[in-house]
């Protein structure tokens, strides 16, 4: 996922080469009990921005809003061949993740993003538009029917600048719970629903058998 961050998530060409679906982020829940957890991946902002979910709508002003990271800046290395360091104003590195617990089945995931670009400008977007103060779409959510794992993009500036290269994220809610919000069945339940259709077919054969062998 840490290569996707130099792709275009507006164009076409991102769910045709990463073999994601994109999905309506503002309806984004759980079929399933699930034990979820979010990954940072990394971001690509001068901002200082912070992540968090909540389970019940209503971004960061209702339901019952939780921070996940409250400072989602990427350690940097200080030269070409030093590791990145940790630090209070950088504390993240990719694959850095925290549990959110065990979330219910129909329980919501409204992530929103804390963005402050000085002392005095904050703002906040979620993944509900309505929600946002410029009424645009700042949060972009991908998925893989074959994987457990939402993919986060958030465009962190307000009014937008079309990128979504603000913070980077990705949601482990299972691979069933990702089958049911990309509506593509699970191995098993695709299994029974083929074998039904072969016995369809197998039955409706036989039947034109039967009656080929009356008529003649």
């Known amino acids: ?56 709508g209503g971004g960061v002003t209702g339901g019952n809003a939780q921070l996940i990271f409250p400072n989602a800046s990427e350690a940097w290395a200080n030269g070409d061949s030093a590791a990145p360091v940790r630090t209070i104003s950088n504390p993240l590195l990719p694959g850095d993740f925290v549990d959110l617990g065990t979330l219910g089945s129909g ?11 000085s002392a005095s400008s904050t703002n906040v977007f979620s993944t509900e538009t309505s929600l946002n103060p410029d009424g645009i779409q700042h949060a972009l959510i ?19 600048n079309g990128s979504f290269k603000g913070d980077f994220f990705a949601v482990d809610i299972g691979t069933g719970n990702v089958h049911a919000l990309t509506n593509m069945p699970e191995p098993s339940t695709l299994l029974i629903l083929c074998s039904f259709l072969a016995l369809v077919i197998y039955r409706k054969y036989s039947l034109n058998l039967q009656c080929k062998f009356r008529i003649t």
């Open 107 to 117: 329980a919501l995931l409204d992530f929103f993003l804390i963005s402050q670009k």
């Open 142 to 160: 991908f998925a893989r029917a074959d994987s457990p794992y939402l993919f986060i993009a958030f465009d962190d500036k307000f009014g937008g």
């Open 1 to 56: 996922m840490s290569q996707w961050e130099n792709m275009n998530f507006t164009s076409p060409s991102f769910t045709q080469l990463t073999s994601t679906i994109a999905l309506d982020p503002s309806k984004i829940s759980l079929a399933t009990v699930y034990d979820t957890r979010v990954y940072f991946i990394g971001e690509a902002t001068n901002d200082q921005n912070a992540l968090g979910f909540n389970t019940e």
